[in-house]
């Protein structure tokens, strides 16, 4: 299937801002364009041991390789802009930092309810027969590449995706479809200026701030460095020597973002609010956190992303948060998960007593 009915892209466009969407563009199903730069990224083993990022790779590197019947790739974005809690409890060595995107409820599911209303558009509104195929970061497809194509802006050194009128706090995914829609313009490949704005310049800011100083170089991300792998993907210990840097993320991180210029004066909450800024979402105590069960982990925690972790990571990366806390009012919940059943959470634990002043009265 080829063709579409005249008018349908904008239509469709429409329809993808009515679904919810702050971003929308289209490009032709096509090969990524960063292509060797991911597979050296895979030699060098920067992946840690996310497995299901080397798997499948011809189908990440072309869209067509996974469904053959793809014309054309409809992107989308969400923001997921909020802004910095009160200092108070950004601050607090007692609470935990969440990183904004996990401030409500699983984006998966918010952004998949509104990409399954928009692929019923295109099946009701598109060419008789026409195929849509949704996706997410769930899926074999390269969204950022995906977003170049369709002209959703550029790649900044921390190697998320920029947005010029929403900067890098934006969840992509989009539909490929079995018609050839009206493409747009790709952002050009190593420009200085993007729609009239400059990139990133000189600036390095992100790579700077770093805390674990996860970019080698500019472009590049080394997961196992990174605060948001070592908080949510990786399931064992944490090194020692990263555990002082984490500060008090819990889960995830947003410092390369916080720091970026375009983030900091673009930005903009989404058109269709979804995020909770309720201080327990943001920034949760951390004891309160030390004493939940299963049970009481789940109840808290169910239908969010902070269940990726469960229970067990997400008390192992509180007892780091308390080690680093600096407070002696940290030492009960660090007893308490010492003791835990669950070794990991207790190991964890016993390295947060070990740490200066916890123990100073």
């Known amino acids: 299937m080829n063709s579409a009915p005249s008018g349908l892209t904008a239509r469709l466009k429409e329809a993808a801002i009515e679904c919810g969407f702050d971003l929308v563009g289209v490009a032709a199903a096509q090969p990524v364009r960063h292509a060797a730069e991911f597979r050296q990224w895979l030699r060098d083993g920067h992946h840690a041991d996310m497995d299901w990022i080397a798997r499948d790779i011809d189908r990440r590197l072309d869209p067509r390789n996974w469904r053959p019947d793809t014309r054309s790739m409809v992107v989308v974005g969400v923001s997921y802009h909020m802004q910095n809690p009160a200092p108070r409890l950004w601050n607090d060595p007692m609470r935990g930092r969440v990183a904004r995107y996990a401030w409500g409820r699983d984006?998966?599911?918010v952004i998949g309810k509104r990409l399954k209303k928009l692929a019923e558009w295109v099946r009701k509104e598109g060419p008789e027969g026409v195929e849509v195929q949704p996706f997410n970061d769930a899926r074999p497809v390269m969204e950022h590449d995906a977003a170049l194509a369709a002209g959703l802006g550029f790649v900044g050194?921390?190697?998320l995706l920029i947005h010029p009128?929403?900067?890098s706090m934006i969840f992509l995914g989009g539909l490929l479809v079995s018609c050839e829609l009206e493409p747009d313009d790709p952002t050009p490949g190593s420009g200085a200026v993007y729609q009239g704005k400059a990139e990133c310049g000189a600036c390095t800011r992100c790579l700077k701030a770093c805390p674990t100083h996860a970019f080698p170089a500019a472009y590049i991300l080394n997961s196992r460095l990174c605060i948001s792998y070592q908080t949510i993907e990786n399931r064992g210990e944490i090194p020692e020597s990263l555990r002082p840097k984490l500060g008090n993320w819990i889960f995830g991180c947003d410092v390369c973002q916080e720091v970026c210029p375009w983030v900091k004066r673009y930005s903009r909450v989404a058109r269709q609010p979804w995020l909770d800024p309720d201080p327990d979402r943001m920034a949760p105590r951390l004891d309160?956190?030390?004493a939940l069960d299963e049970e009481a982990f789940f109840q808290r925690f169910a239908g969010t992303p902070l269940m990726r972790t469960?229970?067990?990571?997400?008390?192992?990366?509180?007892?780091?948060a308390l080690g680093n806390s600096g407070t002696p009012e940290a030492l009960p919940a660090l007893e308490i998960l010492a003791a835990d059943a669950n070794p990991l959470i207790a190991s964890h634990a016993q390295w947060g007593l070990k740490q200066p002043l916890i123990r100073m009265s």
């Open 107 to 109: 984006y998966h599911k």
């Open 157 to 159: 050194r921390n190697t």
């Open 165 to 167: 009128d929403y900067g």
């Open 288 to 290: 309160e956190l030390a």
């Open 310 to 320: 469960k229970r067990a990571g997400l008390l192992r990366n509180v007892a780091v």
